[in-house]
């Protein structure tokens, strides 16, 4: 039941499960999504979640449990969600031979939209995401980020409140992955929920909620500083003149979790008590990087993820061998 303290769900899900043969790909997840967040699943390959957004946009039907959107079943009302909802597959495709503006009306079509509130939509959507003056091209001529933008646009038409995007700017350039994410920026301001599942972790820092999937589960959710908090010891950069070097050297250090190349520089986790100088330096010496520094870092997704994802790994090692 809502009360004035927790704001009303887009999605609830209870014990949602859904398997492939042996695979378990979705483990009795719960799962709630307030209105209006811009919520992002985080996780390494396979860990689920484009089973869940599969399951939430009512295309694969779930083993076990429960989901709603809206308050509505998405087993036993799919006629009642799929209004609702925009989804954007990994294998969303446009028809190349379709210009722009056919591309929209096509898909407009099928969901049902009125002749004029197409028109109206059409024209207000190219105009927001700077296509109007392409209308006309072909679809097979665009840069992959005006690709995705169509792809957006014609997932839009029918102005769903939830949006379900699978990795939606995948292998699109850093530019248009940007501009991607204003427009996202805009729908959340208008109150549209959307869930986004992406592999990139400054797309993950603009969410309002994470969740971190692995093996089908939620293993962490919150904020992104929320997140971030979860993550023990203090995060450092090592700067020296061959970070590949560096990386593979402490590598081999217990003390150093998680390192990983941020730039030019090798970042680590330091759960430590002692100063990490004292032992960061010497030790690369001996490995064959001299000259090593070592600076504090404020904490970042990147490195969170990564911890979490080692973390998760070694617990279901821990619970595999027990
Ligand atoms: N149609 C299917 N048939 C068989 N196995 C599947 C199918 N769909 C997913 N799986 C398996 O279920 C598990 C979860 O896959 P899923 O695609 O949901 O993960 P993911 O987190 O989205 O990863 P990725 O980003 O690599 O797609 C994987 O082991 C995958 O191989």
Redesign the pocket.
């Known amino acids: 039941m809502t009360t004035p303290t927790s704001p009303p769900l887009a999605v609830r899900a209870s014990g949602l499960g859904r398997s492939?043969?042996d695979?378990v790909?979705?483990a009795e997840l719960d799962l709630d999504v307030p209105r209006g967040a811009v919520f992002g699943l985080l996780?390494?390959?396979?860990?689920?979640?484009?089973?869940?957004i599969r399951m939430l946009a009512t295309v694969l039907l779930p083993d076990t449990g429960s989901a709603e959107v809206f308050g509505r079943s998405v087993i036993t009302e799919r006629d009642a969600v799929t209004p609702l909802i925009g989804y954007m597959s990994?294998r969303f495709s446009l028809y190349p031979d379709l210009s722009i503006a056919e591309n929209l009306e096509f898909f407009a079509r099928v969901r049902g939209v009125g002749r004029s509130e197409r028109h109206r939509r059409a024209a207000s959507l190219l105009e927001s995401m700077g296509l109007a003056e392409f209308a006309d091209r072909q679809a097979q001529h665009l840069s992959g980020g005006m690709k995705q933008k169509l792809m957006l646009a014609t997932t839009l038409m029918h102005s769903p409140e939830l949006l379900l995007l699978?990795?939606p700017t995948t292998g699109v350039d850093p530019v248009s992955r940007r501009e991607f994410w204003r427009i996202l920026a805009g729908l959340h301001q208008d109150g549209t929920t959307v869930i986004v599942?992406t592999?990139y972790m400054d797309e993950a820092e603009r969410c309002t909620q994470i969740a971190f999937?692995d093996r089908?589960r939620i293993q962490n959710q919150g904020t992104p500083a929320q997140i971030k908090a979860l993550v023990p010891g203090r995060l450092l950069e090592v700067i020296a003149a061959d970070p590949r070097a560096a990386l593979a050297a402490l590598r081999t250090l217990p003390e150093a979790a998680s390192p990983h190349l941020f730039g030019d520089v090798v970042r680590v986790l330091w759960q430590q008590p002692d100063d990490p100088a004292a032992l960061l330096i010497p030790a690369l010496a001996r490995a064959g990087v001299p000259g090593a520094t070592v600076r504090p870092a404020a904490m970042d997704m990147e490195s969170a993820f990564a911890f979490l994802a080692e973390s998760s790994a070694h617990s279901s090692q821990s619970a595999g061998a027990a």
């Open positions: 492939f043969g695979t790909a979705v996780g390494p390959d396979g860990a689920g979640k484009s089973t869940l990994q699978d990795e599942a592999p999937i089908g």
